[in-house]
C-alpha cells in the first residue's frame, strides 16, 4: 500500500525559501501525475502545483507561478517543491498527492488525487 510523507516545512521569514519534499513507500510512484495542495486555517484545499508522471507536463497555480517549481526523481520515488520569495499568503499545511489515473496529465483538481500524505506546515512571518 502506498504511503506519502512529507517533509522539510517550517518558519520562514517572507521572501525565503523552502524545500518540502514527499517521500513515497510502498510501491513506485513513476506512473502517476503527482500533485501538491494546501489548506490554510478556515479555508479549502487548493492546488498549488502538478507534473505528470514523465515531468513533461507541469501545472502551477497563478499565485505560486514564478517562485515554486515541482520535481520528480524516480531513482529515490520522490516529489518535491522548491518553494522561493514565500510570502505570508503561502502559509498552511502543504499536502503531496497521487493521482487516480496514469500521469499524463497535470491535473489541478483535488478530486482528481486519491492518495495524500499527512501534510508538512508552512509558516511565513512578515
Known amino acids: 500500500q502506498l504511503q506519502l510523507v512529507e517533509s522539510g516545512g517550517g518558519l520562514v521569514q517572507a521572501g525565503g525559501s523552502l524545500r518540502l519534499s514527499c517521500a513515497a513507500s510502498?510501491?513506485?510512484?513513476?506512473?502517476?501525475?503527482m500533485g501538491w495542495f494546501r489548506q490554510a486555517p478556515g479555508k479549502e484545499r487548493e492546488f498549488v502545483a502538478s507534473?505528470?508522471?514523465?515531468?513533461?507536463?507541469?501545472s502551477y497555480a497563478d499565485s505560486v507561478k514564478g517562485r515554486f517549481t515541482i520535481s520528480r526523481d524516480h531513482a529515490k520515488n520522490t516529489v518535491n517543491l522548491q518553494m522561493n520569495n514565500l510570502k505570508p499568503e503561502d502559509a498552511a499545511v502543504y499536502y503531496c498527492?497521487?493521482?487516480?489515473?496514469?500521469?499524463?496529465?497535470?491535473?489541478?483538481?483535488?478530486?482528481?488525487?486519491?492518495?495524500w500524505g499527512q501534510g508538512t506546515q508552512v509558516t511565513v512571518s512578515s
Open positions: 498527492a497521487e493521482s487516480r489515473l496514469y500521469g499524463t496529465t497535470a491535473y489541478r483538481a483535488v478530486e482528481e488525487y486519491d492518495s
Open positions: 507534473t505528470t508522471w514523465n515531468g513533461a507536463e507541469t
Open positions: 510502498g510501491r513506485p510512484l513513476h506512473v502517476h501525475t
